[in-house]
């Protein structure tokens, strides 16, 4: 086995050139004298940097002010404002879908399995567990999507749509064949260009099978026989994420046109994208100490209101961006999602946070839920108290008891014991709090369980929260007779989700 090395600063800063902006990140210059099959480094750089862009731009954006971890502001007509009151079309969607997910990131792992299957299958591998992730949460975003049919270029520009659950079945089949790859004889391996871990094939592994225990988490209400005992066999073999170190997320560098896209976003639309009270308030009811690596201090009102006390944090009220003059006296996103304030005003962070798509606090509230569902509420405490201990970490916060008890410590001693009738509540609440960030499961966790609640925005265009994404405009152009309608956007539209 050989290993393809490229120093990872250097492949981060190529795989970039693409990512000039995001809302345009796809201009290319070919050169004719150029081979255009990509080597296996290149074309794991490319798949990777789309999959981590694409979980911090539009998939986010849309899913976040969806499930109220964020408000949309900046007065009628900035597109967060209107997103927030359910002003999406289907043309919104063109980008995130067709350049973003699959003409981008899908394109880009099809190829590298293509390319590298028969010869280098530890690359395969790699690729088919990232192309599983991306379309279960592209299942999760639009219900019945391309799959079978889809990412066969010239041989097929018109796919058949899936159905989800047939979508999830096939997901896990990929995964598993991704699995086999990484164990496979392999005459080249990733190493430095795998930006995501490094080459270590164990933790591909690892995160493959606790990304088959959040698949099969989704459709707890409809397990199988065959699907429950998998979960039961995947938790029995031990051969799951274990520490921080296995989170499945992208880091960004501290270079322009390099930060990740969150802190992009925040630089290049100042005051459209803030915190949403539904988040902010949650953690102001429990003293969360995660708000000092969140949020920053609300600004003091004008005068001649007083000023707030110390430490106050203030969530924008989701739907109220179109209403009236735009306001910012609003807590502001800060050092978790955006990387370390390099000074005090709003552009001042250095943009190298990472994208987080699955972690390892998510990986223990899968199993607190899960043990809270089938009665194990002992095992379900200890994976609930895992979570939040996971979380306050990653958010550099203290969860130590001695000499004395720490904040995050404290802050866990204080949350009430799982009972029957909370426990599920108490699980996802925390979940949605500590998945700040992460795209797609906080609107799946509310849309699955009803939790955290979410009041309809303020003026929203639609009666009820949304429950699934529309269909972009051009694949209702390109591929008419395949599209599926989607007369309403508050309609249960995906397998696992049992409705209002």
Same mark, same amino acid.
């Given at each position: 086995?050989? #290993?393809?090395? *490229?120093?990872?600063?250097?492949?981060?800063?190529?795989?970039?050139?693409?990512?000039?902006?995001?809302?345009?990140?796809?201009?290319?210059?070919?050169?004719?004298?150029?081979?255009?099959?990509?080597?296996?480094?290149?074309?794991?750089?490319?798949?990777?940097?789309?999959?981590?862009?694409?979980?911090?731009?539009?998939? &986010?954006?849309?899913?976040?002010?969806?499930?109220?971890?964020?408000?949309?502001?900046?007065?009628?007509?900035?597109?967060?404002?209107?997103?927030?009151?359910?002003?999406?079309?289907?043309?919104?969607?063109?980008?995130?879908?067709?350049?973003?997910?699959?003409?981008?990131?899908?394109?880009?792992?099809?190829? *590298?399995?293509?390319?590298?299957?028969?010869?280098?299958? &530890?690359?395969?591998?790699?690729?088919?567990?990232?192309?599983?992730?991306?379309?279960?949460?592209?299942?999760?975003?639009?219900?019945?999507?391309?799959?079978?049919?889809?990412?066969?270029?010239?041989?097929?520009?018109?796919?058949?749509?899936?159905?989800?659950?047939?979508?999830?079945?096939?997901?896990?089949?990929?995964?598993?064949?991704?699995?086999?790859?990484?164990?496979?004889?392999?005459?080249?391996?990733?190493?430095?260009?795998?930006?995501?871990?490094?080459?270590?094939?164990?933790?591909?592994?690892?995160?493959?099978?606790?990304?088959?225990?959040?698949?099969?988490? &989704?459709?707890?209400?409809?397990?199988?026989?065959?699907?429950?005992?998998?979960?039961?066999? *995947?938790?029995?073999?031990?051969? #799951?994420?274990?520490?921080?170190?296995?989170?499945?997320?992208?880091?960004?560098?501290?270079?322009?046109?390099?930060?990740?896209?969150?802190?992009?976003?925040?630089?290049?639309?100042?005051?459209?994208?803030?915190?949403?009270?539904?988040?902010?308030?949650?953690?102001?009811?429990?003293?969360?100490?995660?708000?000092?690596?969140?949020?920053? #201090?609300?600004?003091?009102?004008?005068?001649?209101?007083?000023?707030?006390?110390?430490?106050?944090?203030?969530?924008? #009220?989701?739907?109220?961006?179109?209403?009236?003059?735009?306001?910012?006296?609003?807590?502001?996103?800060?050092?978790?999602?955006?990387?370390?304030?390099?000074?005090?005003?709003?552009?001042?962070?250095?943009?190298?946070?990472?994208?987080?798509? *699955?972690?390892?606090?998510? &990986?223990?509230?899968?199993?607190?839920?899960?043990?809270?569902?089938?009665?194990?509420?002992?095992?379900?405490?200890? %994976?609930?108290?895992?979570?939040?201990?996971?979380?306050?970490?990653?958010?550099?916060?203290?969860?130590?008891?001695?000499?004395?008890? %720490?904040?995050?410590?404290?802050?866990?001693?204080?949350?009430?014991?799982?009972?029957?009738?909370?426990?599920?509540?108490?699980?996802?609440?925390?979940?949605?709090?500590?998945?700040?960030?992460?795209?797609?499961?906080?609107?799946?966790?509310?849309?699955?369980?009803?939790?955290?609640?979410?009041?309809?925005?303020?003026?929203?265009?639609?009666?009820?929260?949304?429950?699934?994404?529309?269909?972009?405009?051009?694949?209702?152009?390109?591929?008419?007779?395949?599209?599926?309608?989607?007369?309403?956007?508050?309609?249960?539209?995906?397998?696992?989700?049992?409705?209002?």
């Amino acid at each position: 086995m050989r #290993v393809l090395t *490229l120093t990872k600063s250097v492949a981060l800063a190529a795989s970039f050139i693409a990512l000039n902006s995001c809302d345009n990140f796809l201009d290319v210059n070919v050169n004719p004298n150029v081979a255009l099959t990509a080597p296996p480094a290149n074309a794991l750089i490319a798949g990777e940097t789309h999959l981590g862009f694409l979980m911090g731009s539009d998939l &986010h954006r849309y899913t976040s002010l969806i499930a109220q971890q964020f408000s949309g502001q900046g007065g009628s007509g900035a597109q967060p404002a209107e997103y927030d009151r359910y002003n999406i079309t289907a043309t919104d969607l063109n980008n995130a879908w067709r350049t973003g997910i699959y003409g981008g990131a899908q394109a880009d792992l099809q190829k *590298l399995v293509e390319l590298t299957q028969s010869t280098s299958p &530890h690359y395969a591998g790699v690729a088919k567990i990232m192309q599983g992730f991306l379309y279960s949460v592209t299942a999760d975003a639009f219900g019945d999507i391309p799959f079978k049919d889809a990412v066969k270029f010239a041989d097929n520009l018109q796919p058949v749509y899936d159905p989800s659950a047939e979508v999830y079945s096939g997901v896990i089949t990929l995964i598993n064949s991704g699995i086999e790859d990484l164990k496979a004889t392999s005459a080249f391996s990733p190493s430095a260009d795998d930006l995501i871990y490094g080459g270590d094939l164990k933790k591909w592994e690892r995160f493959a099978n606790t990304l088959k225990l959040r698949l099969y988490l &989704h459709s707890f209400p409809l397990l199988s026989q065959t699907s429950n005992a998998e979960f039961a066999t *995947l938790l029995a073999a031990g051969n #799951v994420m274990n520490s921080n170190a296995d989170n499945f997320q992208l880091v960004f560098e501290a270079n322009a046109n390099k930060n990740n896209p969150i802190d992009q976003f925040e630089k290049a639309r100042v005051n459209q994208f803030f915190p949403s009270a539904t988040l902010v308030n949650l953690m102001n009811a429990k003293a969360d100490p995660r708000r000092a690596s969140y949020f920053t #201090v609300a600004p003091n009102p004008p005068a001649p209101a007083p000023p707030l006390p110390a430490n106050t944090y203030i969530g924008a #009220v989701n739907g109220t961006g179109v209403i009236g003059a735009p306001n910012t006296n609003f807590s502001r996103m800060s050092t978790y999602l955006r990387g370390t304030r390099t000074g005090t005003t709003v552009q001042a962070y250095e943009g190298a946070a990472p994208i987080r798509m *699955l972690t390892f606090a998510e &990986h223990n509230f899968i199993l607190a839920e899960y043990y809270a569902r089938i009665g194990n509420l002992a095992s379900a405490q200890i %994976s609930f108290n895992a979570g939040i201990t996971a979380s306050m970490t990653m958010a550099g916060i203290e969860t130590s008891t001695t000499p004395t008890m %720490s904040a995050g410590a404290v802050y866990i001693a204080s949350r009430p014991v799982l009972t029957t009738l909370t426990a599920v509540r108490q699980i996802i609440e925390e979940k949605f709090v500590a998945n700040f960030g992460v795209a797609v499961e906080p609107w799946t966790d509310y849309r699955r369980t009803n939790f955290p609640v979410l009041p309809v925005p303020v003026g929203a265009l639609q009666p009820s929260i949304l429950r699934i994404l529309p269909y972009p405009d051009l694949e209702r152009v390109a591929n008419p007779a395949n599209t599926p309608a989607r007369p309403s956007l508050t309609a249960s539209s995906v397998f696992w989700d049992p409705g209002m």
